[in-house]
């Protein structure tokens, strides 16, 4: 069993840095891959980032390439999101995710954090 909780977010201008944290609860973090997805108002939840559990790959959907970057520290039970030059677009709930292997299928995932609201104002 793995627990989620986000935080982070809040309210930025265009082209501002957010880092977004979730911190895990349960032994066996390190043998999960953590990601995170993103949904805004009236559309479906997309999937942003993911990082494996052993060897740190790291995976990104091409609308934040470039900008994002996941990272995670086993030995703290957490996993990062480093948001550069956020836009409006980029508003959303983010959410924290755990699963046995690296997802981009929301389907797929095993946990989810509760969320944490990311509103970029242009």
């Known amino acids: 069993q793995v627990q989620l909780v986000e935080s982070g977010g809040g309210l930025v201008q265009a082209g501002g840095s957010l880092r977004l944290s979730c911190a895990a609860s349960?032994?066996?973090?390190?043998?999960?891959?953590m990601g995170w997805f993103r949904q805004a108002p009236g559309k479906e939840r997309e999937f942003v980032a993911a990082?494996?559990?052993?060897?740190?790959?790291?995976f990104y959907a091409d609308s934040v390439k470039g900008r994002f970057t996941i990272s995670r520290d086993n030995t703290e039970n957490s996993v990062y999101l480093q948001m550069n030059n956020l836009k409006p677009e980029d508003t959303a709930v983010y959410y924290c995710?755990?699963?046995?292997?690296?997802?981009?299928?929301?389907?797929?995932?095993?946990?989810w954090g509760q969320g944490t609201q990311v509103t970029v104002s242009s």
């Open positions: 990082i494996s559990w052993g060897d740190g790959i790291t």
């Open positions: 995710n755990a699963a046995r292997v690296l997802v981009v299928d929301s389907r797929l995932v095993d946990y």
């Open positions: 349960g032994r066996t973090f390190s043998t999960y891959a």
